[in-house]
């Protein structure tokens, strides 16, 4: 396909601007160049400028979707990303083989592609389930998670899941994987995560590893939601006893009056201590609560500075985030991670000894609204 009919059809100026300049430098004239570049330049910076030029020229469907079987993974990776949203619904079938991609990116840009069309691609996936062999079967169970979450399951691979999920329990036990730490999560002194469920008002618990617990903290926390969705509220991922403390990641009071601090305060009287800590992956925000014996002793949100209560003597000789004045210029600052090291556990490389294993259980509006969708790790 000659690289000038596409040109000419780019309504963006700016765009076809510098798609103009990069294929008069490379030397291209043809499309299917585009994607040698892509498949054998060692430069990093030509391959990104290759892959947006690739997809701001709108080569059409049918290329793109002939290049999802490119031998270069990048060249697939790319190529699946045009693919999106209820437009995308009809080249399904024949998407379907990418969801088995070799390469993971590649396989998520399927998992992404097929999320965005939308509940009516379930049929397919379904049939594909049933029918298909190997890889292909294997990538539609992927794919129905992530349309449609753990609920749509059929009841054989549900108990398939939990079988896989009870051995890979076993084997985590030796395993020191880093838990991505975005959001808010409380610890208590206790090793008795029944009584945790129930005061968080937990139920249906299913066992998880370290892995598929973080993962879908991850997963609820980051997903974009709507207003109403209960998509952030819905499941939560209730750790066995880490040294002694179990820890609680997502949000089960979502809808409750109670503040952090009061919240703190209620399970310190009932477990004894009581503390919660956030750590954020994108704007710098921390915070930490902690709550003895119903009081609370020191609460710090680097988004509500005025007011903090308290102060720890971990904080001795450190910063706080939120405090930009002179005095504060040469302090290290201090977050939520180091202040969990020191009084309770820090979970981004947990190494400590474990009791029992991890749950996600439903607060009343998962029971009520179904578990969200989005295709886990285990
Ligand atoms: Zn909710």
Request: glycine residues 10%; negative net charge; aromatic residues 8%.
């Amino acid at each position: 396909m000659e690289i000038r009919a596409l040109l000419d059809r780019m309504t963006h100026e700016d765009t076809r601007r510098e798609v103009e300049d990069f294929v008069a430098e490379q030397g291209i004239t043809s499309f299917d160049e585009i994607a040698e570049v892509i498949a054998t330049s060692d430069d990093g910076q030509v391959v990104r400028s290759a892959c947006r030029a690739f997809s701001m020229l709108a080569a059409g469907d049918e290329v793109y979707l002939e290049a999802t079987r490119h031998p270069h993974a990048t060249v697939r990776q790319v190529a699946a990303s045009m693919f999106r949203g209820e437009q995308a619904l009809r080249y399904a079938g024949e998407l379907l083989p990418v969801l088995a991609d070799e390469d993971h990116y590649v396989r998520r840009e399927a998992l992404w592609a097929f999320g965005t069309m939308g509940p009516d691609v379930l049929p397919l996936l379904h049939e594909t389930r049933r029918t298909a062999k190997g890889a292909v079967r294997r990538g539609a169970l992927a794919g129905i998670v992530e349309v449609a979450g753990p609920d749509a399951l059929s009841q054989q691979d549900r108990k398939m899941i939990e079988r896989y999920i009870q051995v890979k329990i076993e084997e985590e036990m030796y395993g020191t994987e880093e838990m991505h730490l975005c959001g808010g999560w409380y610890a208590i002194r206790t090793e008795d995560q029944n009584a945790v469920l129930g005061v968080c008002g937990l139920k249906d618990p299913t066992p998880v590893t370290k892995i598929l617990g973080g993962s879908a903290w991850n997963n609820d926390h980051h997903a974009w939601a709507k207003e109403g969705e209960h998509v952030r509220c819905a499941r939560v991922y209730v750790t066995g006893s880490w040294d002694g403390w179990t820890l609680v990641f997502g949000e089960p009071f979502a809808h409750g009056t109670r503040s952090v601090p009061e919240i703190c305060a209620v399970l310190s009287a009932v477990f004894g201590e009581a503390h919660y800590y956030g750590m954020s992956c994108g704007d710098g925000w921390t915070a930490w609560c902690i709550a003895e014996g119903g009081e609370v002793v020191r609460y710090y949100d680097a988004s509500k500075p005025e007011d903090q209560i308290g102060e720890l003597d971990v904080e001795d000789g450190r910063g706080l985030p939120h405090d930009w004045s002179d005095e504060n210029e040469d302090l290290d600052d201090i977050w939520a991670t180091e202040v969990a090291e020191e009084l309770s556990v820090d979970p981004t490389y947990f190494e400590g000894d474990i009791e029992g294993h991890g749950v996600l259980a439903l607060t009343q509006c998962g029971r009520t609204y179904g578990s969200p969708k989005g295709f886990l790790q285990i």
